[in-house]
Nanobody, 123 residues
Framework: QVQLVESGGGLVQAGGSLRLSCAAS????????MGWYRQAPGKQRELVAA???????DYADSVKGRFTISRDNAKNTVYLQMNSLKPEDTAVYYC?????????????????WGQGTQVTVSS
């Protein structure tokens, strides 16, 4: 059983900072790309930032220069440092991992999601 557990969301004033964490656990063999997505009310889920196992990163234009994604491969954890937050960053943030896990000696490749963590930025 593989789980992604997020933490670090909350309420912050515009201009403030938050750091999200997402830890993957279970019978994981390896994790390829990890990423953060967000979904605001009435909008589609969108990619915020992604990072490969080797550390190559990609960001949505709306967060470039403000958000930084990083990961600790030894801890199977991905982070999202969010600075200079704006009210339009308000959303539920979801962690995603493209990983290989083992079940009964068989390797599977799957895409997993966390349960989501609320980020609210007040003006």
């Amino acid at each position: 059983q593989v789980q992604l557990v997020e933490s670090g969301g909350g309420l912050v004033q515009a201009g403030g900072s938050l750091r999200l964490s997402c830890a993957a656990s279970g019978s994981i063999f390896s994790i390829n790309a990890m990423g953060w997505y967000r979904q605001a009310p009435g909008k589609q889920r969108e990619l915020v930032a992604a990072i490969t196992r080797g550390g190559r990163t990609d960001y949505a234009d709306s967060v470039k220069g403000r958000f930084t994604i990083s990961r600790d491969n030894a801890k199977n954890t991905v982070y999202l440092q969010m600075n200079s937050l704006k009210p339009e960053d308000t959303a539920v943030y979801y962690c995603n991992a493209d990983l290989q896990h083992v079940k009964s000696g068989i390797y599977y490749s799957d895409d997993y999601w966390g349960q989501g963590t609320q980020v609210t930025v007040s003006s």
